[in-house]
């Protein structure tokens, strides 16, 4: 008889130092230093609170499939539902769920667990959704990609411990959720993970332009147990015209700085089929690679 995976099971140590977790749909790399040493202990912790995490989200699924502007009462909730509802009701976009930021909150409650217990540098990364958690001094790089599946990165950001970015998160044409835009990312730093995410979504999906090579479907049609019933999402785009690709990454943007001037996030990246912009906000933190 095959053996039943156990939580254990779902916790591996890597040779660098740092701890995989691969439990249900979650695959989240946790690695923390103080200094130059790596604590495995610490990571460890959050791996298990990653798991915790995903048991009251599975709870709550009914809640979180709804849309965020309807829901109230979020003290009601476990921690990690309501850090979700609150950054998409702070993007005010009433076809956004809770879910638009799964990723990012459950990287911030592993990332603020384990900041709360010690180490000097922290990186949670759920699935390119990213929460960083930095002390004095300490510096975090992190690469951006022009696409979600390219096999490297194409730019790289520089984060201190000055700059209060805690959350890096893309969005985009085959990522793991839906969008209705046609970026192939869009990439958003912001104070929290939970705020990158929620954001990164937006601005992806406000790449949405009207195109003969552009095929919508309803999300239903795809995943029937979809959070985005009677929603139209991108399933696959053809070549564009130049003025088709700058029209969805000015859009794309102009939402990116209307975001930036709110102060919900710090800046942004987007890219439409080879064309990449970014907010002003950006140009002293990207280097090319």
Same mark, same amino acid.
Request: glycine share 10%; no cysteine; proline share 3%.
């Given at each position: 008889?095959?053996?039943?995976?156990?939580?254990?099971?779902?916790?591996?140590?890597?040779?660098?130092?740092?701890?995989?977790?691969?439990?249900?749909?979650?695959?989240?790399?946790?690695?923390?230093?103080?200094?130059?040493?790596?604590?495995?202990?610490?990571?460890?912790?959050?791996?298990?609170?990653?798991?915790?995490?995903?048991?009251?989200?599975?709870?709550?699924?009914?809640?979180?499939?709804?849309?965020?502007?309807?829901?109230?009462?979020?003290?009601?909730?476990?921690?990690?539902?309501?850090?979700?509802?609150?950054?998409?009701?702070?993007?005010?976009?009433?076809?956004? &769920?809770?879910?638009?930021?799964?990723?990012?909150?459950?990287?911030?409650?592993?990332?603020?667990?384990?900041?709360?217990?010690?180490?000097?540098?922290?990186?949670?990364?759920?699935?390119?959704?990213?929460?960083?958690?930095?002390?004095?001094?300490?510096?975090?790089?992190?690469?951006?990609?022009?696409?979600?599946?390219?096999?490297?990165?194409?730019?790289?950001?520089?984060?201190?411990?000055?700059?209060?970015?805690?959350?890096?998160?893309?969005?985009?044409?085959?990522?793991?959720?839906?969008?209705?835009?046609?970026?192939?990312?869009?990439?958003?730093?912001?104070? &929290?993970?939970?705020?990158?995410?929620?954001?990164?979504?937006?601005?992806?999906?406000? &790449?949405?332009?009207?195109?003969?090579?552009?095929?919508?479907?309803?999300?239903?049609?795809?995943?029937?147990?979809?959070?985005?019933?009677?929603?139209?999402?991108?399933?696959?785009?053809?070549?564009?015209?130049?003025?088709?690709?700058?029209?969805?990454?000015?859009?794309?943007?102009?939402?990116?700085?209307?975001?930036?001037?709110?102060?919900?996030?710090?800046?942004?990246?987007?890219?439409?089929?080879?064309?990449?912009?970014?907010?002003?906000?950006?140009?002293?933190?990207? &280097?090319?690679?």
């Amino acid at each position: 008889m095959k053996r039943k995976k156990t939580v254990n099971d779902s916790i591996q140590f890597l040779s660098d130092g740092s701890v995989w977790v691969d439990y249900g749909p979650m695959r989240i790399w946790i690695r923390v230093w103080e200094g130059d040493r790596t604590l495995i202990p610490l990571a460890k912790e959050g791996a298990q609170l990653a798991i915790s995490v995903l048991e009251d989200l599975a709870r709550f699924l009914h809640v979180i499939k709804r849309k965020s502007l309807e829901l109230k009462g979020k003290k009601s909730f476990p921690e990690v539902v309501q850090r979700m509802v609150e950054a998409t009701q702070k993007m005010g976009e009433a076809d956004l &769920t809770p879910l638009a930021a799964v990723a990012g909150a459950v990287s911030d409650m592993v990332a603020d667990f384990i900041f709360a217990r010690g180490g000097s540098k922290i990186i949670v990364d759920n699935g390119g959704d990213i929460a960083i958690r930095l002390r004095e001094n300490e510096v975090a790089k992190v690469g951006i990609k022009t696409e979600i599946e390219a096999p490297k990165p194409a730019y790289l950001l520089s984060i201190d411990s000055t700059m209060n970015i805690g959350g890096v998160a893309t969005s985009g044409l085959g990522g793991r959720s839906f969008t209705k835009g046609i970026a192939q990312a869009a990439t958003v730093v912001a104070e &929290t993970a939970s705020l990158a995410d929620a954001a990164a979504t937006t601005i992806g999906n406000f &790449t949405n332009i009207e195109d003969s090579n552009i095929l919508r479907l309803p999300a239903e049609k795809i995943y029937p147990d979809t959070d985005l019933k009677g929603e139209w999402v991108t399933v696959e785009v053809g070549e564009l015209s130049q003025e088709k690709i700058g029209e969805a990454l000015r859009a794309g943007l102009s939402k990116a700085d209307l975001l930036v001037q709110k102060g919900l996030i710090k800046g942004a990246l987007v890219s439409v089929q080879g064309k990449v912009g970014w907010t002003d906000s950006m140009n002293s933190w990207l &280097t090319v690679l």
